[in-house]
């Protein structure tokens, strides 16, 4: 390993100062978001911030009884809090890979635990994949997020996204899958056999169909694995 000294590695690691949009990209794994008003964002996400920023959990009812009453039982880990002020604030999640996307009037679905922050004027509403919640624990939630606006998502290392087309179907991993083209509505196929059985109780056995027009965002490794 290279030795430095620290004024040297001071120099190279600092902060840049540079034009930048309300969402930028410190570092692959540090989001800087330029505040000026609220953004909701991961509770547990802010590593840093300067300026005048308050934070807030979210509300029970903050965006509606509705969607209040779906946060009671999905158990994802994926509460939002809100950053309210002036200044720079800074993001960032188990040191995953950010990503930002720019919603001009469309549509995507993100996996809870895989949606970092995103813009006051998204709008946004949790939905349950209702036919695999008896296959996997505590079932698998997705937040749809459309309209205008900017969304930050993470992923283990660099996501690669899969094409839909109809009748070329795609499969992947409910683990592995991060977010995909708001209209798509996938199913969900199992081949649970002896071996199987006795092997691994997700991935494989359990796998998510994409049928129609679209785009799938899945990510080369996941939480499951990185413990192993």
């Known amino acids: 390993m290279s030795e430095q000294s620290v004024q040297e590695f001071v120099e190279q690691t600092k902060k840049r100062e540079k034009a930048k949009d309300t969402f930028h990209l410190e570092t692959d794994r ?8 609220d953004l909701w964002a991961k509770t547990g996400a802010m590593i840093s911030y300067t300026g005048d920023i308050r934070f807030e959990r979210e509300g029970l009812l903050e965006h509606g009884a ?64 209702r036919k695999v919640a008896g296959m996997m624990s505590g079932g698998l939630f997705n937040i749809l997020l459309e309209g205008r606006g900017r969304i930050a998502i993470t992923t283990y290392y660099e996501p690669l996204t899969l094409m839909v087309e109809p009748g070329k179907p795609v499969r992947t991993d409910p683990n592995a899958t991060v977010a995909w083209s708001g209209d798509l509505e996938p199913e969900f196929r199992t081949d649970v056999n002896y071996k199987t059985f006795l092997g691994r109780g997700s991935g494989e056995s359990i796998q998510m169909e994409f049928e129609g027009w679209g785009f799938v965002i899945v990510q080369p490794c996941f939480e499951g694995t990185m413990n192993e």
């Open 66 to 129: 509705s969607r209040a009453f779906k946060k009671t039982f999905t158990n994802e880990g994926s509460e939002l809090m809100k950053a309210s002020g002036e200044g720079n604030l800074f993001l960032s999640d188990q040191g995953k890979k950010i990503t930002i996307l720019d919603l001009q009037n469309e549509s995507i679905r993100v996996n809870g635990n895989d949606l970092l922050a995103f813009e006051p004027t998204v709008d946004w509403d949790i939905f349950m994949m």
């Open 30 to 37: 540090i989001l800087e978001v330029t505040l000026s008003g």
